[in-house]
Antibody
């Protein structure tokens, strides 16, 4: 059973770059059919899809974040990462990493989630 | 961007009652790409339903999903105390993934 654990700084200064890592256990990042993604949730608000990386290396990003976000993977460390540049207070949120195996054409949903990590953007 | 509108915003019911949560899409959504999640305070979301009506692994059969056109419904047949939480629908349409704003299911 795949398990995920987020890590990274809990405080980021405004205008700087947020970097988070998700460590994968119980599975391989380059296993056929797997998607590895990030979702965030501002305090007291709903969920926002950030993006994902497919085992093949292809990526998808939320169009509203496209100019600032990068998701990458490191198979040697069994990790995938999120970087978000030029952060503002609006990027303050709980950030979740998540995964899904599917043989379908597209990712439909995430069924495995990390516990989440709180990131606060300070001015 | 395509929008998912969930209703009601808050639903107050008692254990043992039936809950019906709605999620309406503003454009056609393939049933294959409509999912429902449950989120309890301080926890990550849990996938309940994918493909509009397929229960995820380990989800009790009191949870069911259905669709009629662009209207998707999550039904909980008999509420258990642990079912009181926030529920989100999520879609993939026009190359974008979006969540509804959520329905809070609270104890009456």
């Amino acid at each position: 059973q795949v398990q995920l654990q987020e890590s990274g700084p809990g405080l980021v200064r405004s205008s700087e770059t947020l970097s988070l890592t998700c460590s994968v256990s119980g599975g391989s990042i380059n296993s056929d059919g797997y998607y590895w993604g990030w979702i965030r949730q501002p305090p007291g608000k709903g969920l926002e899809w950030i993006g994902y990386i497919h085992y093949s290396g292809s990526t998808y990003y939320n169009p509203s974040l496209l100019s600032r976000v990068t998701i990458s993977s490191d198979t040697s460390k069994s990790q995938f990462s999120l970087t978000l540049s030029s952060v503002t207070a609006a990027d303050t949120a709980v950030y979740y990493c998540a995964s899904r195996y599917t043989s379908g054409w597209y990712l439909d949903a995430f069924d495995i989630w990390g516990q989440g990590t709180v990131v606060t953007v300070s001015s | 961007d395509s929008v998912l509108t969930q209703s009601p915003g808050t639903l107050s019911l008692s254990p043992g009652e039936r809950a019906t949560l709605s999620c309406r899409a503003d454009q056609s959504v393939s049933s294959s790409y409509l999912a429902w999640y449950q989120q309890k305070p301080g926890q990550a979301p849990t996938l309940l339903i994918y493909g509009a009506s397929t229960r995820a692994t380990g989800i009790p059969d009191r949870f069911s999903g259905s669709v009629s056109g662009t209207d998707f419904t999550l039904t909980i047949s008999r509420l258990e105390p642990e079912d009181f939480a926030v529920y989100y629908c999520q879609q993939f349409v026009s190359s974008a993934y979006t969540f509804g704003q959520g329905t809070k299911l609270e104890i009456k």
